[in-house]
């Protein structure tokens, strides 16, 4: 690059600055949303930003659901396996906290040695890491198991799940600079917003792998994911990955809040209920072909979607074009991660004959996605939470895709 | 706590080790890196609202059932309803079916704090901390108190004369106390 190219560079910055892309696109040197020249060849293109924007031929959006506690992420507009920051779910229990990071603090205390506040500056300080983990709330699913209807899409059926990278300090790590009493073995995970949403977790988890995050996607956590700082516990129900975290007390018992009792356990067929049923288990589902997609060719697609556990890796996505007769493996996308989404993807050559589209995931551990009515026989039929069965797309004579039952 | 929940407690801290060096994120870390600093007395009390089964956690104070009403109209019935099952917020109120648990095989039936909560301190601490709505964290102790005894007499768990306080309201034994199970899905090749 000489002098010349970069003092034009340079100067077109400026100008940008200065007129504005109003002025510049009035001087057919810049794109408004939705517009395109004719031959982008023939114009220069716009300047340099401060920060980067979508094509405005883009509008990937969450679907805000009407009880105002939850939006969805678009699945079938992503790719690949991370979900960019401003697209990931959100499930608040009473809105999105304003916190200034320079008064936020956490507060671990109770079976410890020595009860100790951390600022942000403090908890950065800390030895960090870095991990792609999925969270997904353990109440994504539910209209795939009561009251299915065919206009249903990915985003509508699961859109409460997404994949970030997530930076902070391992928990062990505070735990440790606190120092664990004998006895302790749960610890409340409190968050600043204003339902104060507590969580009692058990302290195993804290010595395997939850973190403190303050970092998502290489930025700090959007405040819909509890900037400055959250609790997140790979492979666990969302919910119990507190956001906004304040505070932390180790105890030699749960505290039985109300998030773990009247809420986030699962009536289970045979008059008992589950508590403290953490773990999400290994689901998939493809987001395309998925409604409202209509094929408009018969001949060769490529049926894609995401595959998941909470228990450790996706050993292996089968995928049924016929409605359950048959399955072939799919492949897994590199790169395949413990407690993290996995891209899987099959190739399909449609004869243009109705059939019904499924997949259904392994993980490590050799767990199988149940069917709906396995599912439906160990849980029953009002059971709550933790639907991960198979899901299903009919492909109609018309190439029209709708959710549907298996078969 | 007893029972299943006893049960649960012991399966889940069954699995623990030998504390060795956990978290030590490097070779060589120190013991610890002084990082923070020690929160005193004062910094714990201002954050520590947390009530537990046993009671621990409860403040001093006391409320009735028609104290609780007066206040359970002013501050609630717009979303739960006047008696507390109208709506259009969750529905606070209700003992069907009397008979069993069946929520897991028949999803008609509405779960509400008389048959499904297992604690009655849940509900101070919930109360407390999150309601009403577009004043979290402003009721006092006495007024937390009289709505606890206000809707466990509305879901026929105490009687109209009851008085709640830090030695009455973990006594209270609830419908569904005994319901709850641990959670027994491990992976492998089996659905539960």
């Known amino acids: 690059m000489t002098d010349a190219s970069i003092s034009r560079r340079v100067l077109l910055a400026s100008m940008a600055g200065v007129l504005g892309a109003h002025a510049l696109h009035r001087a057919g040197i810049a794109q408004v949303p939705g517009h395109a020249p004719p031959d982008p060849t023939k114009v220069p293109g716009a300047p340099l930003s401060e920060l980067g924007q979508r094509s405005p031929f883009e509008r990937p959006r969450r679907i805000p659901m009407g009880n105002g506690h939850s939006s969805l992420a678009p699945l079938q507009d992503l790719y690949g396996i991370v979900t960019p920051a401003d697209l990931h779910f959100e499930r608040h229990h009473a809105g999105v906290p304003a916190i200034d990071p320079q008064r936020y603090k956490l507060l671990i205390h109770g079976m410890v040695e020595r009860p100790q506040l951390f600022d942000l500056d403090a908890l950065k300080r800390f030895p960090a890491v870095s991990r792609l983990h999925f969270l997904e709330c353990s109440g994504n699913g539910t209209p795939s198991y009561r009251g299915i209807r065919p206009n249903l899409s990915p985003q509508l059926i699961d859109g409460l799940t997404s994949t970030s990278e997530w930076s902070g300090v391992p928990l062990a790590v505070l735990f440790r600079e606190v120092g664990v009493k004998p006895g302790a073995k749960w610890f409340l995970a409190e968050g600043e917003d204003a339902a104060v949403m507590t969580r009692s977790i058990p302290i195993d988890k804290a010595w395997d792998d939850a973190l403190i995050a303050y970092g998502q996607n290489g930025e700090a956590l959007r405040p819909e994911q509890g900037y400055p700082a959250r609790l997140l516990l790979p492979g666990w129900e969302g919910n119990a990955n507190v956001k906004w975290i304040r505070r932390i007390e180790l105890a030699d018992r749960p505290f039985m809040t109300r998030e773990e009792t009247s809420k986030y356990t699962d009536p289970l067929g045979d008059g008992t209920a589950r508590m403290f049923s953490f773990v999400m288990d290994a689901k998939s589902i493809i987001t395309f072909p998925a409604y409202p997609v209509i094929l408009h060719d018969r001949g060769w697609w490529e049926i894609s979607g995401i595959a998941w556990s909470g228990r450790g890796r996706i050993t292996r996505v089968e995928v049924s074009t016929d409605g359950g007769k048959q399955w072939e493996p799919a492949e897994l996308q590199q790169p395949v991660l413990p407690k993290c989404h996995t891209r899987f993807r099959s190739l399909w050559k449609w004869d243009g004959r109705e059939t019904t589209l499924l997949s259904r995931a392994v993980d490590e551990t050799g767990y199988v996605q149940p069917t709906l009515e396995q599912l439906r026989n160990a849980r029953g039929l009002g059971t709550a939470y933790h639907f991960n069965h198979i899901r299903a797309w009919r492909v109609q004579g018309d190439g029209a895709v709708v959710f549907g039952l298996e078969g | ?192």
């Open chain 2, 1 to 192: 706590m007893r029972g299943t929940v006893a049960g649960l407690v012991l399966a889940l801290v069954a699995g623990g080790c030998g504390r060795g060096d956990r978290g030590a994120a490097h070779t060589g870390s120190p013991a610890t890196y002084g990082f923070g600093r020690a929160a005193t007395t004062e910094d714990i009390s201002a954050w520590d609202i947390d009530v537990m089964p046993d009671g621990r956690g409860l403040p001093p104070g006391r409320g009735t059932v028609p104290q609780g009403s007066a206040i359970y109209a002013h501050q609630c019935a717009a979303c739960h309803g006047p008696t507390g099952t109208e709506g259009p917020s969750e529905r606070l109120v209700g003992r069907e079916p009397r008979q069993g648990f069946p929520f897991g095989s028949d999803p008609r039936f509405v779960r509400t704090v008389g048959n499904y909560w297992p604690y009655a301190t849940t509900l101070y601490d919930y109360v407390n901390r999150a309601m009403p709505l577009n004043a979290p964290g402003s009721l006092k102790p006495d007024e937390v108190y009289s709505l606890v005894a206000f809707l466990l007499w509305r879901n026929e768990i105490v009687a109209d004369t009851a008085v709640m306080n830090s030695q009455t309201l973990p006594q209270v034994v609830m419908p569904a106390r005994d319901r709850f199970v641990v959670d027994n899905r491990r992976g492998g090749p089996e659905f539960r």
